[in-house]
């Protein structure tokens, strides 16, 4: 009985005293008259009292909104809460909230009362060596504090009676692209229900939002929880909205679906991730107010090959999930190993056990096989040599690499992971980093991981810094299968190797690391500086990298005055204060300040840590950047009647040490001087138009010239010196209505030219209007509408922008392609191509078709007389003959009638005096045109240089 009573008191208190009264005269009426009940609610219900009346004059929480505006990557955020306190005694009131690690705090404001107290970023004073220890012992883990890597922001105020206070932060970010996807997340912990929440996400991108998602609230606890990966939709009340280039995210639960969510008021993370339409270009550069930022991402290559050694932490302490996770992680991992790799595994506790001694093997299913087993029967024994694990590895890749000759064809890096700190053989940090540094002197990466609570991640994340890797923190309770997955995913797929990205010196100052040794899939490589003279009208842009056995350039020239495009003045609901308007500036600075310091945290010369700590903290304070080397003070802007510390108490340690794991490092200043590609001599001999086919003959001083009437889609051979320089050249018709007026049923024109060549390797070249596409074993995709140039070994492609492809063979074969594009294309105007040989040196005399059969050969003109004989004519073609005389060219023993044209060639820049062949070129070329028809865009038929030999 009693028992049935408590439940129904702790059911009226939770369902907020329903039926108070009721209950009241039902308790008085009929179960009080039990002395022992009597006496024990007597005992409670003034407990109970105090208790609600803390509850009422504790300082609550009505509202928190997050407004957050991503422009271009950069995110922009606003945290406002808003705490009452209804008792009639001043209370404390503390707001407490997660920042992303990579973030910096750049505004925080409360107004308590008619008081408002704005914090002001000041330096920080320089504390000695033994302070800085005492710091360093007191807060060992700033920079990997909180979830998810999360720093925590803190402040606090008293809040007097029957008032209420109102606290705003501003962080700002760059967002990371990783996997294909920039992730913005925002930290919902309130620690209590709250009556108006709200988060709203904003996002232009003027490239294009191609890809846009919203996954269920998450926290580290969850992750790795299958009903959690399983669910997809986004969290309760959330809206979604987009166009091409804005989104506009809102999330706004009710009391209810909180309580639904999460009873504690702990949330957890809301995600927004998206990705942007983009392609293989010189990349996304945005210019604004004098500064620039640059992005580069491209997509369609084909992946490097890469040397893998993974070095796993097998000391005692990984004993149970830790190491069972890792397994499964690696299992995965080796699955997705592709058959070009090579890889060695190396475990370590107090002993080094190498898999592989002295090698890497290739990828095989019995390799794979075999690696499984090793990793399987590991166990968890001794304690934790991290110097000569490192020292092993390195030695292992160095020497495979000078072996193999492979520097240049792939990409090397050392995985690394671990759960604890250094406890046998060398376990000096200092030592240890210049140890790994000398060994791998720069020849690869080191990627690390850290596992729980007991890693020095101050060590880890040096060591990648310095050896152009990345860290990655694993919480205690995160999936480490999981995670390590993710993070190998990362930095699987290399695509670029020795990225350079070049302006001219006298147009930029001050750009961020612009030398990075590799670019993997599904990231991105940032660059920011500042403009010389930003009303110049163009910055030249040019990007130099490697791919497999090819070398890529990228070069484009971008308007600097775009402030239709660049300003989001424009746009709606964009607009978002000064910084917003700024954004490619506070881009700039965000780069430049994380830059310096990661040059700072590397550094061991003294006095180069004093300067870029100056530069820093100087930068910091133009920026209103919260970092290590500067601090939030808070100040009072109205009545100065009470003390700062009394209202505010801001907590800022290790805000904004987390560093962005910047790869890259400064290349000498100013654009290579390369060959200028587009003023490259062209011969007349060329296939252009309708298609209008000249042949020059330079010796004869005359050219002749035919038409092919061929249907569309048609694939005509044009040159095919198969046998001998390995060269054919194939194009392909498409059809279009005649103008109006025109004598003709239809037109065709060129829509595709195919170049293969099989010496020394074996490769192929596809050039459409729009694309080209180079496959020497490995897919390469290339726009027409940005400048580049390709090489690899006896092949160079060329691309002026929107103009010409150049393909260069062996050095004495070349030839021109000319993109023929209209911008607003009348119903009968097509895209198409022109074929010019520039160079046809390296092609045999046996070459053939309906260009090559001419190059090795020359022709005469001859005139039939009014008696009927024929007369030989004057070379100079300039001059038009007599019309009453038939004009005969004798080519390769057969008599051709021909007649005086003239023809535009080169884009319609200059006219070409030639004799013109009827009918299809009959007799002039060999056989019949139908004859020239390949059967597919790569067919190297031979049936013609046959005959032509014979």
């Not at 070349?814 to 023929?820: A, E, T």
Request: contains cysteine.
């Amino acid at each position: 009985m009693i028992f049935l009573l408590w439940l129904c008191w702790g059911f009226s208190l939770a369902s907020g005293q329903q039926d108070s009264e009721l209950l009241a005269r039902y308790l008085e009426e009929t179960l009080l008259a039990d002395s022992n009940f009597r006496d024990h609610v007597a005992r409670r219900v003034p407990r109970q009292s105090k208790f609600l009346q803390r509850l009422e004059t504790r300082p609550q929480m009505s509202e928190f909104t997050v407004k957050s505006t991503i422009i271009s990557r950069y995110a922009f955020t606003t945290v406002t809460c808003t705490m009452v306190n209804r008792g009639s005694e001043a209370k404390e009131g503390t707001f407490e909230m997660q920042i992303p690690a990579a973030a910096f705090i750049s505004n925080f404001t409360m107004i308590i009362g008619d008081r408002i107290y704005h914090g002001e970023v000041t330096a920080k004073e320089k504390k000695t060596n033994r302070g800085d220890k005492e710091r360093g012992k007191k807060h060992p883990s700033h920079m990997g504090g909180g979830e998810n890597g999360a720093e925590i922001f803190k402040a606090s105020g008293t809040i007097p009676g029957k008032t209420h206070a109102i606290f705003t932060l501003h962080y700002e970010e760059l967002l990371q692209r990783r996997l294909g996807k920039y992730q913005y997340m925002v930290s919902i912990r309130p620690q209590q229900l709250v009556g108006r929440l709200r988060v709203e996400v904003n996002i232009l991108e003027n490239s294009g939002i191609i890809s846009l998602e919203v996954p269920p609230l998450q926290n580290s606890k969850q992750r790795g929880n299958k009903k959690v990966i399983d669910d997809i939709s986004p969290p309760p009340s959330t809206v979604i909205g987009q166009t091409k280039t804005l989104a506009k995210v809102t999330f706004s639960p009710s009391i209810v679906q909180q309580n639904q969510i999460a009873r504690n008021g702990v949330l957890g993370d809301f995600i927004v991730r998206y990705d942007v339409n983009r392609e293989l270009s010189v990349g996304d550069v945005q210019i604004l107010n004098g500064y620039f930022v640059h992005y580069f991402a491209p997509q369609d290559l084909p992946p490097l090959p890469k040397n893998v050694v993974f070095v796993l932490d097998t000391s005692a302490s990984m004993v149970g999930t830790k190491l069972r996770q890792t397994k499964d992680a690696l299992f995965t991992i080796l699955q997705d190993l592709r058959p070009e790799d090579h890889f060695n595994i190396i475990g370590f506790s107090n002993r080094i056990k190498v898999w592989q001694q002295d090698q890497l093997v290739p990828v095989t299913p019995n390799n794979i096989r075999d690696a499984k087993k090793y990793i399987h029967n590991m166990s968890p024994t001794g304690g934790t040599n991290i110097n000569e694990a490192l020292q092993t590895s390195a030695k292992l890749l160095n020497n495979y690499i000078a072996q193999n000759d492979i520097d240049a064809r792939s990409v090397s890096l050392i995985i690394f992971l671990t759960d604890g700190r250094p406890t046998v053989g060398e376990t000096q940090s200092s030592k240890i980093l210049s140890n790994t540094k000398e060994a791998i002197r720069e020849k690869f990466c080191l990627f690390t991981i850290g596992i729980g609570n007991d890693v020095d991640y101050k060590l880890l994340e040096r060591m990648s810094l310095e050896n152009c890797g990345m860290m990655r923190r694993v919480q205690e309770d995160e999936d480490a299968a999981e995670q390590l997955k993710g993070f190998y995913d990362e930095i699987g797929t290399p695509l670029l190797s020795d990225i350079r990205v070049d302006y001219p010196k006298d147009s930029v100052e001050r750009v961020t690391q612009n030398l990075f040794p590799n670019y993997f899939n599904g990231s991105e490589i940032v660059i920011a500086g500042k403009l010389i003279e930003h009303n110049s009208g163009k910055l030249h842009v040019e990007v130099t990298a490697s791919n497999a056995n090819k070398y890529i350039l990228l070069k484009t020239d971008v308007a600097i005055d775009l402030p239709s495009k660049n300003d989001i003045g424009v746009s709606p609901g964009m607009e978002d204060g000064k910084e917003a308007e700024n954004y490619v500036e506070r881009a700039w600075s965000y780069l430049t300040l994380k830059e310096l310091l990661t040059s700072w945290l590397k550094s061991d010369d003294s006095e180069e840590r004093e300067h870029l700590m100056d530069q820093a903290k100087s930068l910091a304070l133009t920026y209103n950047f919260i970092t290590p080397f500067t601090s939030l003070k808070m100040k009072e802007l109205q009545s100065k009647q009470l003390k700062e510390e009394d209202h505010a108490s801001p907590s800022t340690e290790g805000i904004g040490e987390r560093l962005q794991s910047v790869q890259g490092h400064k290349a000498p200043p100013g654009v290579p001087k390369l060959p200028d590609k587009q003023r490259i001599e062209i011969s007349k001999t060329s296939a252009d138009g309708d298609p209008h086919f000249v042949i020059d003959f330079p010796s004869s001083k005359l050219a002749v010239c035919f038409n092919i009437d061929g249907q569309p889609g048609d694939i005509l051979r044009l040159v095919s010196d198969h046998n001998d320089s390995g060269v054919t050249v194939n194009g392909q018709l498409i059809g279009a209505p005649p103008p109006p007026n025109g004598h003709k049923k239809q037109r065709t024109y060129f829509s595709t030219i195919t170049i293969l060549s099989n010496k020394p390797e074996r490769a192929y070249i596809e050039i459409t209007p729009s694309k080209v596409i180079l496959d020497d074993g490995e897919r390469l995709v290339l726009p027409c509408n940005q400048s580049a140039v390709v090489g690899s070994s006896g092949l160079e492609v060329s691309i002026f922008a929107n103009s010409n492809v150049t393909v260069a063979i062996q050095g004495t074969i070349s030839f021109v392609i000319l993109i023929h594009q209209y911008k607003n294309p009348a119903p009968y105007q097509r895209a198409h191509l022109g074929f010019y040989i520039s160079n046809s040196k390296g092609l045999s005399p046996h070459s053939h078709g309906l260009l090559g059969q001419f190059l090795y050969h020359e022709v005469k003109l001859l005139q039939d007389s009014l008696g009927g004989s024929l007369q030989l004519v004057s070379q100079n073609s300039t001059q038009e003959p007599n019309p009453r005389s038939a004009t005969i060219l004798k080519v390769k023993g057969r008599l051709v009638p021909v007649v005086w044209k003239q023809r535009k060639i080169y884009n319609g820049e200059q006219e070409v005096d030639c004799w013109f062949a009827k009918n299809n070129a009959d007799k002039l070329i060999d056989g019949d045109y139908k004859d020239y028809v390949a059967a597919h865009p790569f067919d190297a038929g031979t049936s013609f240089e046959k005959t032509n030999r014979l």
